[in-house]
């Protein structure tokens, strides 16, 4: 589960870094804005999801699973 939760984080990363190449050639400075938020959550929550994955990994390895 944890390899699939990581995947995600990368997936999740992939799309930010496209969202901001699309910032980047955007006139409007209102959608250049919302895309960089959109963007940074999208880091965010890759963040997230690899804390995740790596509690649930050192979970695992406790129990002996």
């Given at each position: 589960?944890?390899?699939?939760?990581?995947?995600?984080?990368?997936?999740?990363?992939?799309?930010?870094?496209?969202?901001?190449?699309l910032?980047?050639?955007?006139?409007?400075?209102?959608?250049?804005?919302?895309?960089?938020?959109?963007?940074?959550?999208?880091?965010?929550?890759?963040?997230?999801?690899?804390?995740?994955?790596?509690?649930?990994?050192?979970?695992?390895?406790?129990?002996?699973?």
């Open positions: 589960m944890a390899e699939q939760l990581l995947l995600l984080a990368d997936e999740l990363r992939t799309r930010a870094k496209e969202i901001l190449v910032a980047v050639s955007t006139d409007d400075l209102e959608v250049r804005d919302m895309r960089r938020v959109i963007a940074a959550g999208y880091e965010k929550l890759a963040r997230r999801i690899e804390r995740r994955a790596r509690e649930a990994r050192e979970t695992r390895e406790a129990v002996g699973a």
